[in-house]
């Protein structure tokens, strides 16, 4: 039931705006001060609010200041008289969802009331929704400052309907930043669209893309809708865009630009309304050197470009990686891993990390699966770990800087090793182990 709090020194038109809202189906009160008002608040939780500007000894103003500051999203309706339209004006600019001026004609005030419910009820709605999607939108699970750049800027981005390019090695998660610009963009109701470009034949691509029609070709018995179509009215990726014929590229930048396409062995144009994200591990620019890519479709992508750097240059997220990847695998079977050994730390620190993110990810599902510890250790790691050259896994051209860091941190703690080790957001075990390896004095 709507329930309607009504803010008046005058009780006889309290109870006549009451019983004639009654009769609509409300379940309608009255308060005439505001001792009254903060009582009543405090218990229910009202619909909507109406509000006598000129409210006895007190100012209705300052009572709608008190509701807007405790109740933001509560709908308050102020009654004014011809003197007072400014306070009306005023309110309104304070928060007020709208005003009517005495005599009250009743009709228009139950319009009014009855749209500021709805509003409410839509905002509530959309609330809700936003909640959802926000927990569906992907987790960055990141400290360094380029990533975290990188990823405002695809926020801003994907506000918009420009076309999309993400670049970046395997691994470097391109998907995850693509689901993060759907989830943030016009169209995340709607399920994103995903195609890998390199996952076809050059001859079955088209088809994917753009769909035929019945008997387009032998054995079309049927239409078939391709991603493009699919895709109409919300986000579509195309990875590993740079793994395609130029004639394919030529009918992409052609859907792009127009907003159109054909099926294979149609005459119809299709109109089409898509967000689109394209994202490879080449090097575009020396494909059109090297006249593989359309200069012409680079340059319409290249407007907005988001460039995901490889893990071997954001090695200050590989603690918070490995700690995230440990929540996904801890429990394998009857056992729960925790932690790594801070050897194994070191030597994924080390690493070059040809695979990025995912090859990380990988390490830490087979140290899991093989450990028969609470932590994984050197042993339980892939093979690829345990061939590395003795000097790849002791020395690094960071450790100079990583040594001057520590010294950094100890200097302004006076050597104060918990303060430092939480600093650095490492074990304390790690921090002796690396004043050891960097013969640190202290």
């Known amino acids: 039931m709507k329930k309607l709090l009504i803010i008046d020194d005058n009780e006889k038109l309290c109870i006549s705006l009451k019983r004639n809202f009654d009769q609509r189906g409300f379940n309608a009160d009255y308060a005439t001060n505001s001792s009254e008002v903060h009582t009543l608040i405090n218990r229910k939780e009202y619909s909507a609010v109406l509000l006598d500007i000129v409210f006895g000894s007190e100012n209705g103003i300052d009572v709608l200041n008190s509701l807007m500051e405790k109740h933001p999203s509560l709908p308050v309706i102020m009654i004014t008289g011809f003197a007072t339209i400014e306070s009306a004006v005023t309110a309104i600019k304070n928060g007020a969802f709208d005003y009517i001026q005495k005599p009250l004609n009743f009709d228009k005030l139950m319009k009014i009331v009855e749209n500021a419910i709805k509003v409410r009820n839509l905002e509530k709605e959309n609330d809700q929704y936003r909640k959802v999607i926000s927990s569906l939108t992907p987790k960055v ?43 943030n963009s016009l169209y995340a109701n709607q399920k994103i669209v995903k195609i890998n470009c390199a996952a076809f034949p050059d001859n079955l691509l088209d088809n994917e893309l753009f769909g035929h029609e019945k008997g387009a070709y032998t054995g079309a018995t049927t239409a078939y809708t391709g991603v493009f179509e699919r895709a109409n009215n919300s986000s579509l990726m195309l990875d590993e865009i740079g793994d395609m014929e130029l004639a394919t590229q030529a009918k992409i930048l052609r859907a792009i630009q127009n907003k159109e396409i054909k099926r294979i062995g149609g005459s119809d144009i299709i109109k089409i309304k898509v967000r689109f994200i394209a994202a490879t591990n080449k090097n575009l620019k020396k494909m059109i050197d090297e006249n593989s890519f359309r200069s012409d479709l680079f340059y319409r992508l290249n407007a907005a470009t988001l460039h995901l750097p490889p893990l071997r240059e954001r090695k200050d997220d590989i603690s918070l990686l490995v700690k995230h990847f440990l929540q996904e695998f801890s429990s394998i079977g009857d056992k729960t891993v925790t932690d790594v050994s801070d050897k194994v730390m070191n030597v994924f620190l080390d690493y070059q990390w040809p695979g990025n993110i995912r090859e990380l990810k990988n390490a830490i599902m087979y140290g899991a699966a093989l450990t028969q510890k609470k932590y994984i250790e050197i042993d339980d790691l892939p093979p690829v770990f345990e061939e590395l050259p003795e000097s790849e896994k002791t020395e690094n051209i960071l450790d100079l800087n990583e040594k001057n860091i520590i010294l950094e941190i100890l200097n302004k703690t006076n050597n104060n090793k918990k303060k430092t080790a939480e600093i650095l957001n490492i074990s304390r075990r790690t921090l002796y182990n690396k004043i050891e390896k960097y013969g640190i004095k202290i």
Do not use: M
Request: hydrophobic share 40%; with cysteine; net charge neutral.
């Open 141 to 183: 699970i990141t400290k360094n400052l380029s990533i975290i750049k990188l990823y405002e800027r695809a926020a801003c981005l994907a506000k918009t309907d420009i076309a999309i390019l993400i670049t970046g090695e395997n691994g470097t998660g391109k998907e995850l930043l693509a689901d993060y610009i759907h989830t």
